[in-house]
């Protein structure tokens, strides 16, 4: 949900568990979050795919990783803090 716009969303038949993720894809998108995840999901998916098939795809692994590794993990922090700071995940 977080990878793709609403539009391109496909669930593939588990569209019970999509139903009970909506409430907290709603409750994440009201207080601002949605798209900071977005932006670093995008991202972080070209590494994960680059540590999940070897670098196949490409002639070598990307320089950067432990610079971007260390982005991520920070730009991450910071989007957890911010569902701390709303209380997105209390009753």
Same mark, same amino acid.
């Given at each position: 949900?977080?990878?793709?716009?609403?539009?391109?969303?496909?669930?593939?038949?588990?569209?019970? @568990?999509?139903?009970?993720l909506?409430?907290?894809?709603?409750?994440?998108k009201?207080?601002?979050?949605?798209?900071?995840?977005?932006?670093?999901?995008?991202?972080?998916l070209?590494?994960?795919n680059?540590?999940?098939?070897?670098?196949?795809?490409?002639?070598?692994?990307f320089?950067? @990783?432990?610079?971007?590794?260390?982005?991520?993990?920070?730009k991450?922090?910071?989007?957890?803090?911010?569902?701390?700071?709303?209380?997105?995940?209390?009753?």
């Amino acid at each position: 949900m977080i990878s793709n716009d609403k539009a391109d969303w496909d669930f593939g038949g588990k569209q019970k @568990i999509a139903n009970t993720l909506f409430p907290v894809y709603n409750k994440f998108k009201h207080a601002g979050i949605i798209d900071p995840l977005r932006d670093v999901c995008k991202e972080l998916l070209e590494y994960r795919n680059g540590f999940d098939h070897a670098w196949t795809a490409k002639e070598e692994a990307f320089s950067d @990783i432990e610079t971007k590794g260390e982005g991520f993990y920070q730009k991450l922090s910071e989007i957890i803090a911010m569902v701390e700071e709303k209380s997105l995940f209390s009753n």
